[in-house]
């Protein structure tokens, strides 16, 4: 044999090195199943979460471009127009003070819940697919993720058991405020982080607790003190998802630290001896955290309240906003056993907050009383009492009369930042803390062995079968006109442009934003739906000024009637055109009453040019 015959690695390096490529993926592949087995409940919970929230949203599928929310339809248009916006951060094309509304001011986003976080992560999907898919995900997607979240939190941080837990996650992801919230408020069911932000309070508490004190060699006590590194960890996770929520909604951050300041006093009360060793430490992990906050939150909280276009007050009346006293054991029409006759106790389909029904409520206070004289028993019952009070607002209300009974809210009410949140709202936060309640409840009866462990779960669920969600109404919507779904608009408006369609955005008529959406923000729009400093003395309000050629083509398109058009108001159409910056007024044939509003437009602008569905004027 020939010395110089290659020896086998020699011969074949490749196969080397695929018999280590094999056994190298081996140990992956057995840990990823090992996982996947280990977490399988887990994953049968998201799962069945996730199938139940598609269940809900079905109605905006296969189309969601063509579908929309029947009950809050105008909300809807104003958020894929935020979405649209907020996509353009992944063009370079971002600033917290947008120039694509409201043209030649602007909008200050801060100012405006719209979902920036949220917005910015789903651009991609918003880009390759449109505004409307991105929307439709994130209805489904909040009430999922806010139910898994939940039942990770109790599972994990309370111990209990996982049918427990799925309880209680499925009450706080799909419970009658969440859902009805779901017709277009995503500010309001992006909850998923609120039970991190819980997760990272009550481990800070845990780390800043020295313990009871160990007893030394000379009969001395000594506290072992706190855990510093985790002390710290906790206070830089908090910092991040609070400022993360800031991104996704203020309201429900704000309603969060309401319910977690009154749990931590009622908590404080009930256990003295560890208030006194935890709060400095807790104290000062706190600061750490607000301080690291501040830092990423400064300079967008000033924008919002002081910067261009910002406002400092709510815009909302809290007596129209309050809570009905009757509604909190009447059943929501969006329930399976709820009747639209209830639809009377609140002010829209949106804010059936209230809504949980009698047998939930004398569930969950039997639940109180039979798990137990807990420390976090006591702390929900008070924080649902605090909570459910304000919702009631200034002034009691029973069966849509006002009583003349001044409410706990009246206390509260201008002070800064609490007229921002609607008080019917509070009521959201009953959902995490009733459904604590029963997760304790329906634990301990699983740990028994008596006729408990069958008669409460079986208690539980029937309290919570009259409250099962409903799909939510959807109905079809028009097509975006060929001018811009066909790209158009470019004809006669550069990009980054101004664009006036006729009639323009309103408030109660924000159809015309769907253009703007549809063309990935890409252009402007004069007025449009949007918070902004155009109410008394500078406060907030909804929506702008109409310059006097808006006005007048809102009267045409509201009455088809065609106006005597003379030389002021040419000369007035010129000036607003030159206000707005507008490069282009655009009239497509679908819009009501078109032939007298083309008329109108002829008298003001001189004759039209025909591009695709469209009459277009160039200004």
């Known amino acids: 044999m020939s010395s110089a015959a290659p020896t086998a690695p020699d011969a074949a390096p490749e196969q080397a090195f695929r018999l280590a490529d094999r056994a190298n993926r081996r140990p992956r592949a057995t840990r990823l199943l090992a996982a996947v087995r280990r977490h399988r409940a887990d994953l049968l919970a998201a799962v069945i979460f996730a199938v139940l929230a598609g269940w809900l949203t079905h109605g905006l599928w296969p189309d969601p471009g063509g579908r929309i929310l029947a009950l809050n339809p105008e909300d809807q248009a104003l958020y894929e127009w935020f979405l649209a916006v907020d996509a353009r951060a ?15 001011d602007g909008v200050n986003l801060m100012a405006n819940t719209t979902v920036i976080a949220l917005g910015v992560v789903f651009s991609p999907v918003t880009l390759l697919l449109g505004a409307p898919v991105t929307f439709a995900l994130l209805a489904a997607g909040n009430l999922a993720g806010t139910a898994l979240a939940w039942y990770l939190l109790f599972h994990r941080t309370l111990g209990v058991r996982r049918l427990a837990a799925a309880l209680g996650g499925g009450l706080c992801g ?72 800031v991104f996704i909604g203020e309201e429900v951050l704000f309603l969060a630290a309401i319910t977690l300041l009154a749990m931590a006093i009622s908590y404080a009360v009930a256990d003295r001896d560890l208030a006194r060793r935890a709060l400095p430490g807790f104290a000062g992990g706190l600061a750490i955290a607000a301080g690291l906050a501040l830092l990423v939150l400064g300079y967008p909280l000033w924008f919002q309240f002081a910067g261009p276009q910002g406002v400092a007050n709510g815009m909302f009346t809290p007596a129209y906003f309050s809570a009905d006293l009757s509604s909190w054991w009447a059943l929501s029409p969006l329930s399976v056993a709820g009747s639209d006759e209830s639809a009377r106790l609140t002010t829209g389909p949106a804010e059936y907050n209230t809504f949980l029904g009698w047998p939930l409520l004398l569930v969950a206070a039997v639940s109180a ?14 924080a649902g009492l605090v909570m459910g009070a304000l919702s009631l607002g200034p002034e009691v209300v029973l069966g849509g009369t006002r009583t003349a009974i001044p409410g706990p809210y009246a206390l509260i009410g201008g002070l800064p930042l609490v007229d921002g949140a609607l008080p019917m709202r509070f009521a959201l936060a009953l959902l995490p ?14 740990r028994s062995s008596g006729q408990a462990r069958r008669l409460v779960p079986l208690a539980v669920g029937a309290a919570l079968l009259p409250i099962f969600p409903t799909p939510l109404p959807t109905a079809g919507r028009p097509a975006v006109p060929e001018f811009v779904s066909g790209g158009h608009w470019r004809q006669c408006v550069p990009p980054g442009g101004v664009l006036v369609p006729v009639p323009l955005p309103t408030p109660k008529e924000p159809w015309p934003m769907r253009w703007a959406t549809a063309a990935d923000a890409g252009f402007g729009l004069p007025e449009g739906f949007f918070i902004g400093p155009y109410g008394r003395g500078g406060g907030a309000a909804m929506g702008t000024f109409k310059q006097p050629t808006s006005a007048l083509l809102a009267d045409v398109a509201r009455r088809g009637d065609q106006p005597a058009i003379g030389d002021e108001q040419r000369r007035q159409a010129v000036r607003d055109a030159d206000f707005w910056g507008a490069s282009c007024v655009a009239l497509t044939d679908e819009t009501p009453h078109a032939d007298a509003l083309r008329k109108t437009l002829e008298s003001l602008y001189g004759p039209p040019t025909r591009i695709a569905d469209a009459w277009t004027w160039r200004v």
Not at 201 to 207: F, G, H, I, P
Not at 369 to 380: D, K, P, Q, S
Not at 433 to 446: E, Q, S, Y
């Open 90 to 104: 992944l063009l370079g094309d971002f600033d917290l003070l947008t120039d694509r509304l409201n043209a030649p």
């Open 174 to 245: 799909f419970g009658p405020g969440m859902v009805s919230q779901t017709n277009s408020h995503l500010h309001m069911t992006a909850q998923w982080l609120v039970p991190v932000i819980v997760w990272l309070v009550v481990r800070l508490l845990r780390a800043a607790d020295p313990g009871p004190g160990i007893a030394n060699e000379a009969g001395s006590v000594r506290a072992a003190g706190p855990d510093r590194r985790r002390l710290f960890t906790s206070a830089a996770g908090l910092a991040g998802a609070v400022s993360a929520q």
């Open 369 to 382: 009383i039979w798990a137990g004289r807990r420390r976090l028993v006591f702390a929900c019952v008070v």
């Open 433 to 446: 803390l009733v459904a604590t309640l029963l997760v304790l409840a329906v634990d301990r009866a699983l």
